[in-house]
């Protein structure tokens, strides 16, 4: 049977590269972002690419829109192999400059939504021997007040990944995080989105690691 991934946070980059990637590889794809627009162009090329896709756009922070989204898709791709997370708010502001409901805010789309995702679809992770895979960053390690909220939010969903590799163990699911170090650039000899897809598909495969830094 055809496996499945599922992409939360689908956009033209790293996103991308790891659609094209499993696609290429014969996995159906399926993608969830709040942009229908941005969804139906990324549908184009995954299909030019004779790859199965299909999407449904939700708002990753609201949780109720999330779950209707994945289950959606889950009808349509059936049980999920694979899920992958890489919502975030990416912005440039101060640490002081956040309310306490931009905080809010960032934190369920950066975090929440990976716990919400993890939590139902662990059932059909468990039972395919499945995986989830975690667009980390460096800002895990080295927190810039410039960029507080995300900062906090890669800390906080590399903690995330840690705790839910160890449930994961206990079920025969596989979690694992990339921390990416650098900028995400098609012409980067480092970070570029086909050179990460690939080191997200050799965790995969590999599924000896419960984190890497690159």
Known sequence: MQKSILIIGAGTGLS?????????????????????????????????ENIDCFYKAA????TTELHQAITDLRSI????????YNAAH?????????????????FMINV???QQAFKILHPDLQKQNGSMLIAGG???????????????????IRNLALQL???GKEKGIYVGILNITGRIEPESAKHSPEILAEKFWKLNSDRTLE???Y
């Open 16 to 48: 991308l590269g790891v659609a094209l990637k499993f696609g290429k590889e014969g996995y159906k794809v399926g993608l969830i972002s709040r942009n229908n627009d941005n969804l139906e162009k990324l549908d184009a090329q995954l299909k030019a």
């Open 59 to 62: 708002d990753v922070k609201n």
């Open 77 to 84: 791709l059936g049980e999920i192999d694979t899920l992958f």
């Open 90 to 106: 990416l912005k440039m502001q101060n640490i002081l400059d956040e309310t306490p409901e931009t905080l809010t805010d960032d």
């Open 112 to 114: 929440v939504g990976a």
């Open 138 to 156: 460096g800002l895990a390690f080295y927190p810039s007040p410039d960029l507080g909220s995300l900062a906090i939010g890669k800390a906080a």
């Open 165 to 167: 590799n160890a449930i």
């Open 211 to 213: 984190e890497e830094t």
